[in-house]
């Protein structure tokens, strides 16, 4: 079966997806893809983001979860309720071939993590490769 791209079919990409508030965009430009996450309270030492195997951009965000004190009544929990019960989340996004995966940047401003992850614009040689046909081996 021929792929169709990513039009056609726009979530195959997304592998993980969580009840998190940690929203995504993916945006795609000449020269790299862009991907823009919400991760209001996240550090940048809470945030962690690898290249897996298989082109897989993994983004990772582990919160310290608030303990709730005794003396306290709880009228509304919807942070905790939200977030299932704690502040983590993991996005996973299967990464198109053409990229620089050795040159992937993130960084935090404002509790949204900016990654760019850079396009492979250098030829290479075509995965389809013609066979020559004779009348006998």
Do not use: C
């Not at 509304?76 to 299932?84: C, H, L, T």
């Not at 949204?112 to 081996?137: A, C, M, Y």
Request: net charge neutral; no cysteine.
């Amino acid at each position: 079966m021929a792929d169709r791209g990513i039009f056609l079919y726009p979530f195959r990409r997304f592998q993980e997806w969580s009840r998190s508030t940690a929203l995504i965009d993916w945006m795609e430009s000449n020269n790299s893809h862009i991907f823009k996450i919400n991760v209001p309270g996240y550090n940048k030492e809470d945030i962690k983001v690898q290249i897996e195997e298989g082109n897989v951009l993994s983004i990772r965000g582990e919160g310290i979860k608030e303990e709730k004190k005794e003396n306290l009544v709880w009228h509304v929990a919807e942070r905790e309720a939200f977030s299932g019960g704690g502040s983590e989340f993991l996005r996973r996004i299967e990464l198109p071939e053409n990229v620089k995966v050795d040159q992937v940047k993130a960084y935090v401003e404002n509790g949204v993590l900016t990654v760019v992850v850079p396009k492979d614009t250098s030829s290479k040689s075509s995965k389809v490769r013609n066979v020559n046909i004779t009348s006998k081996l």
